[in-house]
């Protein structure tokens, strides 16, 4: 009996202890093995094109989950799971056998293989909802936009570049589920919803996008390219409205080019050749060095300290005017122009027109190009940097160069990013970052009739670039490849590239073209056809008229482009518009040209007409002080937009 009262008081004194005094401790202890904190994906923002056409948006999927600890057999659901995943016994066995109470499975399965998961009713195997980016325009511009990964973070490109505010937040939900790893019904302890990204609207125009990346994939084909780069810009505002980045397949030299692994407008740099010399003569403009009509005698070659420098072709000893010198890129031309500027003038104006500096988008891996201080120069220094060489260049750093001049001197800082979209669909534009003076007004004007004589004179290196209807002003380049890693050029290997503007004297687009070691080798051979190609297209798809008319009748006056009305009865989730005039006769391109409409807020404005950039007023005037336009009084051109969502009233 004695015994049996003690183990009485012991049983009287351990319920006492568990369920009084230590009664909050086993419940927690109890609720902890029902209660589950699940984690809930943000809704990562959209990326649009400047009309409102979705590039890339996430599509939630079901992503497979286990709890080992409610799990008795991982062996057994193993062997059920591989099948179905398509992944190994081992593989699944070894995640299930884990001391965690949470692992995922197969990330993002499509729906036909959730429902078969499900059917298997296997305890501890559960689901929760992860986003999956979807490029709805394939791979057109997915160097531009780099790509998401598993975990919902930006890798590369402007996912990587705005994933704070593309991700969102993500929210959590507590929840009771019983020993079988089921929900409980009404078993939600707390819920903290996630907070969707904002989405972007870029300023990339889809259709010229597609245009210009099947001239540019065109043009490596036919000439035999390692890779080309093509970047179009509205002239006036910096919108960098198509970008395309082709490379042939790793280790296949001759396969079919695909877009390259990163942005190589941004990303890659080269010698930038004759395209340069628009920097050097420029500035010898603008300091009042020359003038575009002074007569220089130019020989053929010219020795600079112990390199010879050659003109492309051999000629006689021959007067040269400046305009001349450029329409003809005459290295030696140009070398002599320089010796009169100066190298700390020549290292100024290179730098004003934006060599060796980032742009200043901020791209993931943006490359700042190369340009040494003149105290580090070499006595051949003063002959190689002129012309591009000993310099390094990315393509929207030689784009912007050129852009200078079609705003009038301007530098106008690129933009790819237009606003920004909230959950409600109301655009938030971002702001313009300011532009700087680089050369004056007159200065431009006295460029822009040079640099058309590139195109347009019968001597000059560009005529492939000329588009019928339309004045064009531009310039070739060919510059050999440097060695990576150590001196010398690699021989037989060559960057051609053609940079320019249109309409010449009224600029809407400014847009430049790299080939990588095509054949031929010569920029106004390869890069200034697809210049014209691509021209040709943007000119009539945003509605620029001609300033040419028929031979004997004089220019014509362009005016201001007003926005685009959209289509009557266009609706959200209508297909891309097509071009109301062809561009060409070539082969449509075999990219995808369906893609769908986003419900964000109207736009009913367009480019702004910036008539301090072109330095002229909208109703032709010259600003005071410029030299007189040959062609008469100059106006500016706004691009309309194509007909979609973002462009309805």
């Known amino acids: 009996m004695v015994v049996i009262g003690v183990a009485f008081v012991l049983v009287v004194v351990r319920l006492t202890w568990v369920q009084v005094i230590h009664n909050q401790a086993y419940a927690a202890v109890g609720r902890s093995e029902l209660l589950h904190t699940v984690s ?42 591989a099948p179905v995943l398509k992944m190994s016994v ?58 998401v990964g598993t975990e919902g973070h930006g890798q590369g490109g402007i996912e990587y570049e705005y994933d704070h505010q593309l991700a969102g937040r993500s929210g959590q939900m507590v929840v009771q589920r019983d020993p079988n790893g089921r929900d409980i019904p009404g078993g939600v302890v707390s819920d903290q919803a996630a907070q969707a990204g904002r989405g972007l609207v870029l300023t990339l125009d889809t259709p010229l996008q597609i245009e210009v990346r099947q001239a540019l994939s065109d043009e490596v084909v036919a000439s035999k ?70 007569r220089l005698v130019v020989p053929d070659q010219l020795q600079v300290a112990d390199a010879t420098f050659h003109d492309a072709e051999a000629h ?38 934006g060599f060796g500096q980032p742009t200043g988008l901020g791209f993931p891996g943006e490359s700042a190009g190369f340009l040494d201080k003149p105290a580090h120069w070499s006595g051949t220094s003063i002959g190689a940097v002129p012309i591009g060489q000993d310099e390094a260049v990315t393509a929207v750093q030689m784009l912007d160069a050129y852009n200078v001049v079609a705003n009038g001197g301007l530098m106008v800082p690129p933009r790819l990013v237009d606003a920004t979209v909230d959950a409600s669909g109301v655009e938030h ?93 010569y920029g106004g051979s390869v890069a200034a056809p697809v210049f014209a190609e691509i021209g040709r297209y943007a000119l009539s798809h945003f509605q620029v008229p001609p300033d040419l008319g028929p031979p004997g009748s004089g220019s014509i006056t362009v005016p201001v482009i007003s926005p685009t009305p959209a289509k009557p009865g266009a609706t959200p989730g209508s297909t891309m518009p097509t071009s109301t005039t062809p561009s060409s006769t070539k082969p449509t391109s075999t990219t995808s040209t369906t893609t769908t409409t986003a419900r964000v807020a109207p736009r009913t404005s367009a480019s702004p007409t910036s008539s301090t950039a072109s330095g002229t007023s909208s109703t032709g005037g010259s600003t005071p002080g410029s ?23």
């Open 40 to 81: 809930l994906a943000a809704q990562r923002g959209p990326l649009l094109d400047r009309d409102g056409r979705v590039l890339a948006m996430s599509v939630p999927l079901q992503t497979v989950v286990a709890d080992p600890h409610q799990i008795d057999d991982p062996l057994g659901e193993a062997k059920a799971l």
């Open 90 to 147: 081992a593989t699944l066995q070894h995640d299930l056998s884990r001391g965690s109470g949470f692992v995922y499975l197969a990330h993002q399965v499509g729906d036909p293989t959730a429902a078969a998961v499900k059917a298997l009713q296997l305890t501890g195997i559960g689901f929760v909802k992860e986003p999956k980016r979807e490029l709805l325009a394939g791979n057109l511009v997915s160097p531009v936009l780099g790509s």
């Open 225 to 294: 390219a390692q890779a080309g780069m093509a970047v179009v810009m509205d002239s006036h505002n910096g919108d960098i409205l198509a970008m395309a980045n082709l490379s042939r397949p790793p280790n296949q030299p001759t396969g079919a080019p695909v877009p390259a692994p990163s942005n190589l407008a941004l990303t890659e740099v080269f010698e930038p050749g004759s395209t340069a010399k628009i920097a050097t003569i420029g500035g010898a403009l603008q300091d009042h060095v020359v003038t575009p009509e002074q």
């Open 316 to 353: 006689p000893t021959t007067d040269l005017s400046v305009s001349d010198i450029l329409a003809r890129s005459s290295n030696v031309g140009t070398i002599t122009i320089a010796k009169m500027l100066g190298k700390e003038r020549i290292n100024r104006f290179l730098q004003g027109f």
């Open 429 to 521: 534009p971002v702001p313009a970052r300011p532009g700087r003076r680089v050369i004056s007004s007159r200065t431009a004007d006295q460029l822009k009739p040079m640099l058309e004589q590139v195109v347009q004179g019968a001597d000059g290196t560009g005529n492939a670039a000329a588009i019928p209807d339309y004045t064009v002003a531009g310039k070739t380049g060919t510059a050999q490849k440097p060695y990576v890693g150590r001196p010398g050029y690699q021989p037989g290997a060559y960057m051609a590239s053609f940079a320019g503007f249109i309409p010449a004297q009224r600029p809407a687009l400014t847009a430049i073209v790299v080939l990588d070691q095509p054949t031929p080798i």
């Open 627 to 649: 030299a007189p336009n040959p062609r008469g009084p100059t106006t500016t051109t706004t691009l309309g937009r194509s007909p979609g969502i973002r462009s309805k009233p």
